[in-house]
């Protein structure tokens, strides 16, 4: 009898227990320490990393398709934060906020996570146009890398949308290179302007923005 009732009170406590806490999207026990090392001058011609270390953004395209259903494209694009990683990590994951620095988004809310998957839906115009997605996130914070794809079972205005975005130190940390990469796909149902809008424009705008808000939330380095 008394085993049964010291069993019964054990369960109690575990279930009046507080639940283990998900630990914060932006923290990790390291940013980007599994990523390779890469070498700068190897990457990028002299006038090219004076113009990233001047604040420049690098935006190339490739592999575009533009056909009667489909109109899309690959864009890569490279961006210097003068910010150690684990900062830049923590303004990029930082999902909620995106409306305040990213361009075009309206509102952002993360509907779930598990772990190291979130699914976030987004809500942004570009110029008239209003348009609503559910992207799905996987967060690698020890490569740099958060990745993304398109939820196509929740409701959706654009074809398809996939790629990462990968995070790099340099100078002994104290400073980040940011390399973006993304195939979207806006199909027939989205004017061709519009996805043209999101390739292009809003490129410079998505990696400047960040800066500035990493500038902004961490003055020093």
């Known amino acids: 009898m008394l085993a049964r009732t010291l069993l019964f009170a054990a369960a109690c406590a575990a279930a009046l227990a507080p639940a283990e806490a998900t630990p914060p999207v932006g923290s990790a026990p390291c940013i980007a320490c599994r990523a390779p090392l890469v070498d700068a001058s190897a990457l990028f011609s002299t006038e090219d990393w004076v113009a990233l270390e001047g604040g420049v953004v690098l935006r190339h ?9 489909d109109h899309s494209a690959e864009t ?3 961006g210097l934060i003068k910010r150690a990683p684990e900062q830049v990590w923590a303004v990029l994951t930082d999902f909620e906020r995106w409306p305040e620095f990213m361009p075009h988004i309206r509102n952002t809310r993360v509907e779930r996570r598990a772990g190291a998957q979130l699914w976030v839906e987004q809500r942004y115009r570009i110029l008239l146009v209003p348009l609503a997605h559910t992207t799905i996130y996987n967060l690698e ?6 990745s993304w794809r398109l939820d196509e079972s929740a409701p959706h205005d654009i074809a398809g949308s996939k790629g990462a975005w990968a995070l790099y130190a340099l100078a002994n940390g104290r400073e980040t290179l940011v390399r973006y990469d993304a195939h979207i796909s806006a199909g027939r149902a989205v004017p061709e302007f ?7 424009r809003s490129l410079e705008q998505m990696l400047s923005g960040l800066r500035d808000e990493v500038l902004r939330r961490y003055p020093e380095n």
């Open 141 to 146: 914070a020890g490569d740099g890398r958060l």
């Open 76 to 78: 890569h694009a490279d």
């Open 194 to 200: 519009v996805e043209q809008m999101l390739r292009e």
């Open 61 to 69: 395209e490739s592999a575009r398709t533009n056909t009667e259903d």
